[in-house]
């Protein structure tokens, strides 16, 4: 229902067009994804990883999947308006290399969301699994310990070839036990697989500190892993 000022600001010709114009463009605002607020400081990771690191990652990496992802989304509504007028190939093949814009920079944006709750400070808590949790006794039920399931993220860290992620997860398709599995580029987990904690393997992950020694990075996140967020996830099996 409009407003009593919006009806008689309408009853003027001119107005009425001018506002009906405003309101329609109004319905069609796009929403945009943004960078998520860190729940620390850029340095509050040091020393096992730098600020500067966190910083660049955050506000240069994470932002260009942010940029990439918004630009895909505004492409593929404008190029499916244009398929609705000229349904030629042309168009469609368009559709198809912003659908894997769409895919790639949807998946770095996610995945860093994840990547950013899985950290936290050492002094926090960090590296510290919350023992009477529901993850701690699932990991002692199939690992007997957490340095099992570290030593099997770490092999999975170390055969990713070129660029890509870590994951621990827990699978609803087999009943809720908990996984180590990895994926390539910016790819995500999807489906039942609940994503518990999230590991970066890119370069721009760890070079500017750790360079060409990746495991030394392996080795050093563990101390900043947020367990705390990977049991509520445990538990909520909903994310």
Not at 102 to 131: A, D, R, V
Not at 140 to 163: D, F, K, M, R
Not at 219 to 235: G, P, Q
């Amino acid at each position: 229902m409009l407003s009593r000022s919006t009806a008689t600001l309408l009853r003027n010709p001119i107005n009425s067009k001018i506002l009906t114009s405003t309101l329609s463009q109004k319905t069609f605002i796009r929403n945009k994804v943004t960078l998520p607020e860190l729940d620390w400081d850029f340095g509050a990771l040091e020393p096992h990883i730098s600020g500067q690191i966190n910083e660049l990652h955050y506000s240069k990496h994470h932002q260009t999947y942010v940029n990439g992802f918004n630009t895909a989304v505004e492409q593929l509504d404008d190029l499916k308006n244009q398929l609705s007028k000229d349904p030629s190939p042309s168009i469609a093949r368009q559709i198809l290399q912003v659908e894997q814009n769409l895919k790639f920079h949807g998946g770095g944006y996610t995945n860093h969301c994840i990547f950013w709750k899985s950290l936290m400070p050492e002094k926090n808590g960090g590296g510290q699994l919350p023992k009477d949790s529901q993850l701690a006794k699932a990991i002692q039920e199939q690992y007997g310990s957490l340095n099992p399931l570290i030593e099997s993220t770490n092999a999975a860290l170390a055969g990713v070839q070129g660029s890509g992620w870590a994951w621990i997860v827990k699978n609803l398709d087999n009943g809720g036990k908990i996984e180590v599995v990895k994926t390539m580029n910016q790819d995500t987990v999807t489906g039942k697989k609940i994503p518990l904690v999230a590991i970066d393997a890119w370069e721009h992950a760890y070079y500017l500190q750790y360079q060409n020694k990746k495991v030394d990075y392996f080795k050093a996140i563990w101390n900043v892993i947020n367990w705390e967020e990977a049991a509520r996830r445990f538990e909520s099996e909903k994310i």
